[in-house]
């Protein structure tokens, strides 16, 4: 018996416009399930699918885990990224990290890191 990684289970307040926030970013069709939770469905070799689940509560403290995205181009996608609604949020960084920490509209921490040279 093993197991398989099948899709990523992220709570919001508001799992429609935090879906449809994210489907935006990573440019990921979307569409809601059977059980009204927001799916994100991740192309061919991205990965696994998203799912939004609406939950009552707020975010109300940091992650204790986070996603990190390695762009081509990371200024290019931090800036597209903080136009779409996401903000620079401190948690505890020195200030010569090469990633760079934000938060989508729901405070959920994650990091876009400095492209490779590939």
């Known amino acids: 018996m093993g197991l398989k990684f099948d899709e990523i289970c992220i709570d919001a307040r508001d799992a ?3 879906g449809r926030w994210w489907s935006q970013v990573l440019d990921w069709p979307h569409d809601v399930d059977e059980d009204g939770d927001v799916v994100l469905h991740a192309p061919p070799g991205a990965g696994v699918n998203w799912i939004f689940i609406a939950v009552p509560d707020e ?3 940091k992650n204790r885990i986070h996603l990190d995205f390695r762009p081509d ?3 290019a996608e931090v800036d597209r990224v903080l136009a779409l609604g996401a903000r620079r949020v401190d948690v505890g960084q020195r200030g010569d990290e090469s990633w760079v920490v ?3 509209p729901e405070g959920n921490e994650f990091c876009i890191l400095a492209a490779t040279d590939d």
């Open 59 to 61: 975010k109300v403290v």
């Open 73 to 75: 181009d990371q200024q």
């Open 16 to 18: 429609t416009a935090l």
């Open 102 to 104: 934000l938060a989508d």
